[in-house]
């Protein structure tokens, strides 16, 4: 496998065709500036000596080792084996509502967009453990599973919104049905579910999902996204102005609330703790902490190790290329200009 260590170098390859074109407009100013200054005869005459397919020749050569160069500025690496690593920490999925209901305003900017903003500070904070991402509405499906990859994790959150999941609704019992099919209990990992919703279930058995979990050694930890007194859910168009609110079939607008009754019940269930999303605190940082006191255990990840530089190969490469460039003349080699010479003087006998 092959990975750059410092890969920032390779968007100055981006640079060389804009420096190709530099030099192939400086070429032609220089040709225009002699034919203002010089007879065009003697131009002709001392033209005859240059060869434009070296010339050719040098500028695609000091191209070439300026790409190689960029390329070993930016260290290519070679994973020599594959190996299992030990790492310690424990398994912990985040099951996020995606129904519409997330998208109300009760707290800032709306439910969904503060879910995901303290998704991505728990990423930061996270060291070993293996983190995975469930999304659902009336449906649940896993948008990453458990990796370390922090990076990627990052990605996939970025593009979750209320459309990920084609089916309407609200389907606690499925997200945590989801969460236990992708645990993997044959490693002793310490194994955890936190749900991040406003608790409006409108699909299935809640807490008979949350007891099956439980029984299997899951903790699970709930975190209520919303107000009591509920909030009506904004519709904005394209351009992002608002429209309206969503409305029922008589017309009414709907209000969304909190059921934090559920929520508490299902965080009891699977021995975990409920908390309150709120405007100003982090309830992820809160719910990691009591995370992070469980007994943290060994699972292993394979992964490529022993990666050795190779920047050096594309340095001699450079080198090489800077030396054939100053040897290379831009002059025509004697016996092709002493062939010319030969057949002019057979077109002027003749």
């Known amino acids: 496998m092959i990975r750059f260590a410092q890969s920032g170098y390779l968007y100055l390859l981006f640079l060389l065709p804009l420096l190709g074109v530099f030099l192939w407009v400086v070429r032609r100013l220089r040709k225009r500036a002699l034919s203002r200054f010089t007879d065009p005869a003697i131009l002709e005459r001392l033209a005859e000596s240059a060869s434009r397919r070296k010339e050719l020749l040098k500028m695609v050569t000091l191209l070439a080792a300026l790409a190689l160069l960029m390329v070993g500025m930016a260290n ?101 049905e989801r969460a236990v099919e992708s645990f993997d ?3 002793p990992t310490t194994k955890v579910l936190v749900m991040i919703t406003d608790g409006e279930n409108t699909e299935g058995d809640a807490l008979e999902a949350a007891g099956a979990a439980a029984n299997k050694g899951v903790r699970l930890y709930t975190i209520g ?70 007994e943290k255990r060994e699972f292993g990840t394979t992964q490529f190790t022993d990666y050795e530089d190779r920047f050096q190969y594309f340095l001699a490469a450079v080198l090489a290329l800077l030396v054939l460039e100053l040897l290379v003349s831009e002059k025509k080699n004697r016996w092709i200009a002493r062939w010319n010479f030969l057949k002019k003087e057979e077109e002027v006998e003749a």
């Not at 020599?80 to 009760?106: H, N, P, Y």
């Not at 992820?284 to 992070?292: A, F, G, K, V």
């Open 225 to 294: 996204m919303g107000s009591p007194d509920g909030s009506p859910i904004p519709i904005y168009d394209q351009a992002g102005r608002q429209t309206d609110f969503k409305r029922d079939k008589s017309g009414g607008v709907v209000v969304t609330k909190l059921d934090e009754i559920s929520l508490q019940k299902i965080a009891d269930t699977g021995s975990g703790v409920y908390f309150r999303a709120s405007n100003t605190q982090d309830e992820l940082n809160e719910t990691y902490s009591s995370i992070n006191a469980l």
């Open 185 to 187: 209990f044959n490693e």
């Open 76 to 176: 290519p690496q070679i994973g020599t084996r594959l190996e299992e690593v030990k790492q310690e920490g424990v398994d912990l999925f985040i099951a996020l509502d995606v129904s519409l209901s997330m998208k109300a305003e009760d707290i800032k900017p709306n439910r969904l967009e503060k879910a995901k903003f303290e998704i991505r500070n728990l990423i930061d904070r996270l060291k070993g453990d293996r983190i995975g991402l469930i999304v659902f509405a009336g449906d649940a499906y896993t948008q990453f599973p458990l990796t370390t990859d922090y990076g990627a994790a990052f990605l996939f959150l970025d593009v979750v919104d209320t459309d990920v999941v084609p089916v309407p609704g609200t389907s606690i019992g499925a997200a945590i």
